[in-house]
């Protein structure tokens, strides 16, 4: 092989390796967002809405501390929806709206699960 050919060779074997570690890392961190999410609806089913709305209050700060990277590698209207969506399930866990508030928190989950999908390598992605 021609040495003309190793950068390009080497660049690509970069980007490849950061665009599977960049999956990875949002798979894990959005797989622990949405198992704190159905805790949250857990404790909103069984009626513990103070609990419920400390565990969503933990899980939104969670979120917030991973925004900076979050908004380099991902669109930023998936994370602005994702946002508005926790801030719709805290109003109706202050209000105690259960039926509204766990439809939200499914929302939410869904919205997590697609920004995971987004990110991950697959042929539909690179396409």
Do not use: C
Not at 53 to 70: C, M, V
């Amino acid at each position: 092989m021609k040495r003309a050919y190793l950068p390009p060779i080497l660049l690509l074997s970069v980007m490849l390796a950061l665009s599977l570690w960049n999956g990875s890392r949002i798979t894990r961190d959005t797989e622990r967002w949405r198992s704190q999410l159905e805790h949250v609806d857990t404790l909103a089913q069984a009626k513990q809405w103070p609990e419920s709305i400390a565990a969503l209050e933990d899980s939104h700060r969670d979120w917030q501390g991973r925004q900076t990277y979050l908004h380099i590698v991902t669109e930023h209207a998936v994370l602005d929806d994702a946002e508005a969506m926790y801030h719709r399930a805290a109003a109706f866990a202050r209000e105690r709206e259960t039926a509204e508030f766990r439809a939200e928190i499914q929302h939410l989950r869904h919205q997590l699960t697609l920004m995971a999908e987004m990110e991950r390598f697959s042929i539909k992605n690179v396409l």
